[in-house]
């Protein structure tokens, strides 16, 4: 199973961005997907997820902001991201699991390596 994060970057407070997350090898649309990061000196913490029904998940701190979809032919994952913030900056990183979601957590049994999103004052 492969997750291949893409779309990260450095923008002023205010702005967007969209990242997607491709998965190979594995086919379970059904299972619970979503988005993780990992700010500076703190741990990871689940953003938003979404489940196979199309049920949606977010972090207070996001909602309202961010979107998260999925694009179920293409296995790709989607999260977009308005009004960025600079406690938005850090590492970002999809996740895909074999369970229904339980939480903004998850639960996921592979990541894909990260995107770095740096939001700047």
């Known amino acids: 199973v492969q997750l291949v994060e893409s779309g990260g970057g450095s923008v002023q407070a205010g702005g967007s961005l969209t990242l997607s997350c491709v998965v190979s090898?594995?086919?379970?649309?059904?299972?619970?997907w979503g988005w993780a990061r990992q700010l500076p000196e703190k741990e990871r913490e689940g953003v938003a997820t979404?489940?196979?029904?199309?049920?949606?998940r977010y972090i207070d701190s996001v909602k309202g902001r961010f979107t998260i979809s999925k694009d179920n032919g293409k296995y790709t994952l989607y999260l977009q991201m308005k009004d960025l913030k600079p406690e938005d900056t850090g590492v970002y990183y999809c996740?895909?699991?074999?369970?229904?979601?339980?939480?903004?957590?998850?639960?996921?049994?592979?990541w894909g390596q990260g995107t770095q999103v740096t939001v700047s004052s």
């Open positions: 996740g895909v699991g074999f369970r229904y979601c339980e939480n903004t957590e998850g639960p996921y049994n592979y």
């Open positions: 979404v489940d196979g029904d199309g049920i949606t």
């Open positions: 090898g594995y086919t379970y649309s059904k299972y619970c």
